[in-house]
């Protein structure tokens, strides 16, 4: 395990390496810049702006100087978001986010296993079909066009649940759903593949033969062996639903780091742009460390290298 860890961690710094130099370079080859607005800022302004945000300097030696700051922790001060520093911005920010997020991922995970399990289960039923169906579905549609068609429903023509908005339970229902969606119908094929594939296995068949009942065969014999393919699938699915969550927070008010991101894209605030970058990085490296724990804990067959 302190072997995998070390590796882990190398590779996950090599990675950040990579993804900052890239992102770095990319965002100042862009067209445009943080200061150009429809009112031009004064000469002097300007300058002592850019001296503030060391862009006075050459490209290089920008590069090497955010390169340190961001190896110390510190993650300069938003362009746009002024009197703030990155570090304090995803701190406000990046608690909602998770909290939409593993919302999210719960509904997803719950409905999709049992809907895959039914699925299987039922295989060649017209419940099977039904299912299928609507995982197909689930699949095709974009999560922006769910919680389009979700507010229309049920806000207006029903009023369950509230627009927009942060604070109260009820409003990280919709926009939860409406993010899990997709993942769930994803999560409704795999499991419906792997149960199918583990209900053929000899040691079923021969729990079946010796008179275990069917919910117990599902649950205890056959569910541990289904779990493995949506474990794996979990990882890309924790950093789809936090990539996800940056259009269904727009469009739910939701103040997560979701809005921020967006508008740092668009207003060019690197400072910002980057640390979220940097940020959804090494979230994905640890969901990824998570899934590779998890599938040798339910195979002791896998070993980690």
Not at 82 to 103: F, H, K, M, R
Not at 137 to 148: H, R, S, T, V, Y
Not at 165 to 192: E, K, N, T
Request: hydrophobic letters at 55%.
């Amino acid at each position: 395990m302190i072997g995998f860890m070390v590796r882990r961690l190398f590779w996950m710094a090599l990675t950040l390496w990579v993804v900052f130099s890239v992102s770095f370079f990319l965002m100042r080859s862009v067209p445009g810049g943080p200061f150009d607005r429809e009112r031009v800022l004064e000469p002097e302004i300007e300058a002592n702006l850019k001296k503030r945000y060391h862009l006075d300097k050459p490209l290089v030696e920008q590069y090497f100087i955010e390169l340190g700051k961001v190896v110390s922790g510190d993650l300069g001060y938003s362009f746009k978001i002024g009197d703030y520093t990155v570090n304090e911005i995803i701190q406000q920010g990046l608690p909602i986010s998770v909290a939409l997020g593993l919302l999210a991922l719960a509904f997803a995970t719950i409905l999709g296993l049992v809907a895959g399990v039914t699925s299987a289960v039922l295989r060649g039923s017209w419940s099977d079909l039904f299912l299928r169906l609507a995982a197909t579905i689930g699949i095709a549609l974009p999560n922006f066009m769910i919680a389009g068609v979700s507010i229309l429903l049920f806000v207006f023509i029903y009023p369950v649940f509230p627009a927009a908005g942060w604070g109260d339970f009820d409003q990280l229902v919709l926009p939860s759903l409406c993010l899990g969606a997709p993942y769930a119908a994803s999560i409704a094929r795999i499991a419906r593949t792997s149960m199918l594939d583990v209900l053929k296995q000899d040691h079923i068949r021969t729990a079946r033969a010796k008179g275990v009942g069917p919910l117990r065969l599902i649950v205890v014999h056959a569910l541990r062996g289904a779990l493995l393919p949506v474990v794996s699938f979990l990882g890309p699915a924790v950093a789809g639903i936090l990539t996800g969550s940056l259009v269904v927070e727009q469009i739910f008010a939701i103040p997560g780091l979701g809005s921020h991101f967006v508008q740092a894209a668009l207003q060019r605030d690197y400072t910002l742009a980057m640390g979220l970058v940097l940020l959804y990085t090494v979230l994905l490296f640890v969901m990824n460390w998570i899934v590779d724990v998890s599938y040798a804990l339910l195979d002791p067959r896998v070993e980690l290298k």
